[in-house]
């Protein structure tokens, strides 16, 4: 039942990333949401049992889910340490996290297969646990997964001040209380494999227990940090196209009746070519522009415009100084926003 709520999780997670799936650079925390989320749904039982016995039924299913997992575990942590960066610089190929990755991999299969596993199992490691191999084969994955989340859990903690954005604070927050969560699934089932090899069946119930508050604790927390960032922003650019929508509107009256008497000063070049920016924006600001030419040029025009124009430019002037600032802010975030949890049987 956890298992399918927590895929469950990560496939909204994967729904709310795939709208900015085109304009974004790197694709790290999708891939990473796919892995994961593809992982956790072998690992439901009625899956797990059809898509292992179509694989000769020995557990091979089990293996493909944890490689998966150890993958989307790396894809996630490089995209939330690339954020941490604050640089929009060239994607760079990690080949030390590669390599470390490929060898996890290879661990993997190798301990897998000195496992006596002759039959499906949708508790793979609480019927082959007691096996050396087995506690292995576990051990290799979590030991990973807790080194991973670990170092990224810290440089949330670590970097989220550094965010100029009030969302990405909170969504490094919440991913950092997720990867503290996420250590503890890792000791948990660490202890329950040591514990599986000793034959002490209390200790197992009991971390059991902890693993099972646990996983669902770091499931919830690093889903919602891993959201906000494209939710908020779409929230944002969508507030922010009706705040231009309803500066341009009343500029537009402001700017007739102020170059009205010059109108040899209204500047021909279009909008688009004057600077970068979306066009509302660029457009806000040379009408902006020419007002103020006007108005210095001519003062008498001041007489033209009454209190609710004057209010008009001040609005506009405060959109765009802010625009600006929010501009220079997302300098490293523009992968993520635009652009796990460890799970083990």
């Given at each position: 039942m956890i298992q399918a709520v927590a895929a469950a999780v990560i496939w909204g997670l994967v729904l709310c990333?795939?709208?900015?799936?085109?304009?974004?650079?790197?694709?790290?925390?999708?891939?990473?949401?796919?892995?994961?989320?593809?992982?956790?749904s072998l690992n439901v039982d009625p899956i797990y049992l059809v898509g292992d016995r179509a694989l000769?039924?020995?557990?091979?299913?089990?293996?493909?889910?944890?490689?998966?997992?150890?993958?989307?575990?790396?894809?996630?942590?490089?995209?939330?340490?690339?954020a941490a960066e604050?640089?929009?610089?060239?994607?760079?190929?990690?080949?030390?996290?590669?390599?470390?990755?490929?060898?996890?991999?290879?661990?993997?299969?190798?301990?897998f297969l000195r496992i006596e596993a002759p039959a499906s199992s949708t508790k793979f490691?609480?019927?082959?646990?007691?096996?050396?191999?087995?506690a292995l084969y576990s051990a290799i994955q979590f030991v990973y997964i807790g080194v991973v989340v670990g170092v990224t859990g810290y440089l949330c903690?670590?970097?989220?001040?550094?965010?100029?954005?009030?969302?990405?604070?909170?969504?490094?927050?919440?991913?950092?209380?997720?990867?503290?969560l996420a250590l503890v699934v890792v000791i948990s089932v660490l202890g329950m494999d040591l514990a599986h090899l000793l034959g002490d069946e209390a200790t197992m119930q009991q971390l059991a227990a902890i693993y099972d508050s646990?996983?669902?604790?770091?499931?919830?927390?690093?889903?919602?940090?891993?959201a906000l960032p494209p939710v908020a922003r779409r929230i944002v650019q969508r507030t922010q196209q009706r705040t231009r929508a309803g500066l341009l509107e009343d500029l537009t009256s402001t700017w007739e009746k102020a170059t009205a008497t010059r109108k040899d000063g209204r500047l021909a070049t279009p909008a688009g070519v004057i600077e970068r920016g979306d066009p509302e924006t660029r457009k806000l600001h040379r009408m902006l522009v020419e007002i103020e030419d006007a108005l210095l040029m001519d003062p008498a025009a001041a007489k033209l415009l009454d209190e609710a124009d004057f209010q008009t430019l001040t609005r506009t002037e405060t959109y765009l100084a802010s625009h600006r600032d929010t501009q220079g802010a997302r300098l490293g975030m523009a992968r993520w926003g635009r652009g796990k949890n460890p799970s083990g049987r």
């Open positions: 990333l795939l709208p900015g799936a085109r304009t974004r650079k790197d694709h790290s925390i999708l891939v990473a949401a796919v892995a994961i989320a593809t992982a956790l000769g039924g020995h557990n091979l299913l089990d293996l493909l889910a944890n490689i998966l997992m150890v993958v989307g575990i790396y894809f996630l942590s490089q995209a939330i340490l690339r604050l640089t929009d610089a060239p994607v760079r190929r990690d080949r030390r996290g590669l390599l470390v990755l490929g060898l996890v991999s290879v661990g993997l299969v190798l301990a490691m609480l019927d082959y646990g007691d096996q050396p191999a087995a903690f670590k970097f989220r001040r550094r965010m100029a954005s009030s969302y990405f604070r909170i969504a490094f927050t919440l991913i950092g209380i997720g990867c503290f646990s996983f669902v604790g770091a499931m919830l927390f690093l889903c919602a940090g891993l």
